[in-house]
Nanobody, 115 residues
Framework: QLQLVESGGGLVQPGGSLRLSCAASGTIFSIDAMAWYRQAPGKQRELVAQIRSGGSTNYADSVKGRFTISRENAKNTVYLQMNSLNAEDTAVYYC?????????WGQGTQVTVSS
């Protein structure tokens, strides 16, 4: 059984930064891909960024150059550094992985970008 717990969301002004964290209850060393998704009100959940065990990453076009995903296996944690935030980034952000053919989601953390 694996549990994912996000933290780091909050209210930030346009142009500001936030760092989200996703702590896994078990070791993530053996997990290949981990990802961040987000869901804005009235919209479908969308992939924001993904990182594989070897360190390769991919990003949604809307966040390229502004967001950075990273992982620290020793701390069983995945991060999402978000810079130059704008109102369109407002959403609930979820940590996700598929481990041993099962989907795991965190509970979500709210990010609100507003002046």
């Amino acid at each position: 059984q694996l549990q994912l717990v996000e933290s780091g969301g909050g209210l930030v002004q346009p142009g500001g930064s936030l760092r989200l964290s996703c702590a896994a209850s078990g070791t993530i060393f053996s997990i290949d891909a981990m990802a961040w998704y987000r869901q804005a009100p009235g919209k479908q959940r969308e992939l924001v960024a993904q990182i594989r065990s070897g360190g390769s990453t991919n990003y949604a076009d809307s966040v390229k150059g502004r967001f950075t995903i990273s992982r620290e296996n020793a701390k069983n944690t995945v991060y999402l550094q978000m810079n130059s935030l704008n109102a369109e980034d407002t959403a609930v952000y979820y940590c996700y992985t598929n481990f041993r053919f099962r989907d795991y989601w965190g509970q979500g953390t709210q990010v609100t970008v507003s002046s």
